[in-house]
Nanobody, 124 residues
């Protein structure tokens, strides 16, 4: 019912900024909690940020808090991840996710829908 397509990744240097976008298909986007995850080479998928369906609740991993901002535009069916002050440790494939369970999304890496991912590479 929901298809997620990420974009905006690329190769940048430490200290640069990137804005990731996740475009959702379907007419039920506004009813889902949305999140961003990332997976670095040789590591497990890691929670990055999440927002409730209304945008009223937001949560960030400690590693990105203060640098990343998640937002959503329910009219455009798009969720964003603004990434500032990027570090080499941020290098990963970033995935967009949608879930009806906010707590599952933020604490258990659970989601009903996943995007294909977009590569973010930060050089030093």
């Amino acid at each position: 019912q929901v298809q997620l397509v990420e974009s905006g990744g690329g190769l940048v240097q430490a200290g640069d900024s990137l804005r990731l976008s996740c475009a959702a298909s379907g007419r039920t986007f506004s009813g889902y909690n949305m999140g961003w995850f990332r997976q670095a080479p040789g590591k497990e998928r890691e929670f990055v940020a999440a927002t409730s369906w209304s945008g009223g609740l937001r949560m960030y991993a400690d590693s990105v808090k203060g640098r990343f901002t998640i937002s959503r535009d329910n009219v455009k069916n798009t969720v964003y991840l603004q990434m500032n002050s990027l570090k080499p440790d941020d290098t990963a494939v970033y995935y967009c996710a949608a879930s009806s369970d906010y707590r599952g999304l933020t604490s258990r890496n659970e989601a009903h829908y996943w995007g294909q991912g977009t590569q973010v590479t930060v050089s030093s």
